[in-house]
């Protein structure tokens, strides 16, 4: 078997792979959690508008409606072919369309230096990376203020995600939170590529993701 027969039949068996996860998410959890809030909204049509458990069941419906959406999406994610990702700022900036963005967040993307042609793997990890530390961005850190900086350099890129929110727990930066995998993946993703990746938080000040990525000359 060539060299480009056997890629292909990665790339097929990866495909199937992503394409029965898909289907094992939506028919399991998928289904369980949309269950659960639709029980859930029942229980809220019976509660009176002064009873205290009111707001707490409402917020509660509200991550329930969060995690229905962000498994759709990820969902669609297994289901859809890789993103056009040669393209990082336009690519990354439409991260703020796949999710709510609270009215009042300013996100600013800055662009300096001659954008590079690297490897399609190489690429879409730093776009897997970015999409990761935005979506954290957006929907858990409370900022008001989201800054996406690209600077490419003669032999490489330094990408810079920065908010202005409320900031990661230190143990959470340091070891995840069980069953979480978006902090180590961001990781693992890095090491994958040569990267070099640091995530630095503080509460009250915000998250700043830093990666850079030493791609060698043209």
Known sequence: MSREQERIRQES????????????????????????SLQLDAAL?????????????ERIHQLMRQAVEESRRAIDGLRSPEPDTSHLAPALSR???????????DFRVMVTGRKRAWPPHIQNEIYRIGREALLNAFLHSGAKLIELHLDYFDTGLHMLIRDNGGGIDPQLLESGRVGHWGL???????????GLINILSRP?????????VQCGPQ
């Open 45 to 57: 049509y019976s509660v009176g508008e002064d009873a205290s458990v009111k707001s707490r069941l």
């Open 184 to 194: 180590a993946g961001m990781r693992e993703r890095a090491a994958r590529i040569g």
């Open 95 to 105: 991260v703020q369309e796949e999710v709510y963005v609270e009215p009042g967040v």
């Open 13 to 36: 068996g990866c495909l199937e792979e992503r394409a029965r996860i898909a289907r094992e998410l939506h028919d399991t959890f998928l289904q369980t959690v949309q269950s659960a």
């Open 204 to 212: 009250t000040v915000g998250t700043e993701v830093q990666l850079t």
